[in-house]
């Protein structure tokens, strides 16, 4: 099964919180992924629980320092 897909496809339908716990169980499964960071972040932002996407987005970023997306949201929600 692949975590990723079924967390956007909760985001997609608005259920939030059951997209944070699939990308949590994702980044159990694979730490070191900076994608998973970044999809956790999104599922926080999408939530309103901005505080929690910032510090998913900058994860992101301490594992891959070129992830755009990650780059582009931190600064929105920094402002």
Same mark, same amino acid.
């Given at each position: 099964?692949?975590? !990723?897909?079924? &967390?956007?496809? /909760?985001?997609?339908? &608005?259920?939030?919180?059951? #997209?944070? !716990?699939?990308?949590?169980?994702?980044?159990?499964?694979?730490?070191?992924?900076?994608?998973?960071?970044?999809?956790? &972040?999104? #599922?926080? /932002? /999408?939530?309103?629980?901005? !505080?929690? #996407?910032?510090?998913?987005?900058?994860?992101?970023?301490?594992? !891959?320092?070129?992830? /755009?997306? #990650?780059?582009?949201?931190?600064?929105?929600?920094?402002?």
């Amino acid at each position: 099964m692949d975590l !990723n897909a079924k &967390g956007y496809e /909760m985001i997609k339908r &608005g259920f939030y919180k059951k #997209a944070i !716990n699939l990308f949590t169980l994702e980044i159990l499964f694979f730490p070191k992924s900076y994608d998973a960071y970044d999809s956790l &972040g999104e #599922a926080y /932002m /999408m939530n309103n629980e901005i !505080n929690k #996407a910032i510090r998913n987005y900058k994860k992101s970023l301490e594992l !891959n320092s070129k992830n /755009m997306n #990650a780059k582009k949201k931190l600064k929105e929600l920094q402002e």
